[in-house]
């Protein structure tokens, strides 16, 4: 029991030895700036960083968000639609529809879905 114990640790020794040694061998060491430097949706970071962005991509970004969200509250209301009261389950349904709507009523309304040019 206690060589079985010996020859694991012995065996485990090794094979970390092994895989750091090929770690520091297999490095490269070719260093390219663009590489390096870390990459922000399509922003260079090397010039300034109060570059205006776009308020209409903020926006629908905020806008798919929301309804992703909602969506994820949607599909669970799916799976108990047998296990529930229709009557209820209707009244909720149609409520949380309505609730979209007017958001995406309003959101058309202020003009967030259209793309200035």
């Known amino acids: 029991m206690k ?3 010996i020859m ?3 065996i485990l020794s090794i094979t970390l030895i092994m895989m750091l040694m090929l ?5 490269k ?3 390219d700036r663009e590489k390096s430097s870390p990459f922000e949706c399509g922003f260079d970071p090397k010039n300034s960083a ?3 962005f776009s308020l ?3 926006l629908i970004a905020v806008i798919f968000l929301i309804f992703d969200v909602e969506i994820t509250l949607l599909l669970p209301m799916i ?3 047998n296990i529930t009261n229709m009557i209820n389950y209707s009244f909720i349904f149609i409520f949380f529809v309505f609730i979209l709507l007017v958001g995406i009523y309003h959101e058309w309304n202020q003009g967030a879905l259209d793309w200035a040019i």
Do not use: A, G, V
């Open 29 to 31: 060491t070719f260093s």
């Open 50 to 52: 109060r570059l205006p």
């Open 3 to 5: 060589i079985l114990f």
């Open 8 to 10: 694991s640790i012995i």
């Open 23 to 27: 770690n520091f061998i297999s490095k």
């Open 79 to 81: 799976m108990i639609i």
């Open 56 to 58: 209409q991509f903020f």
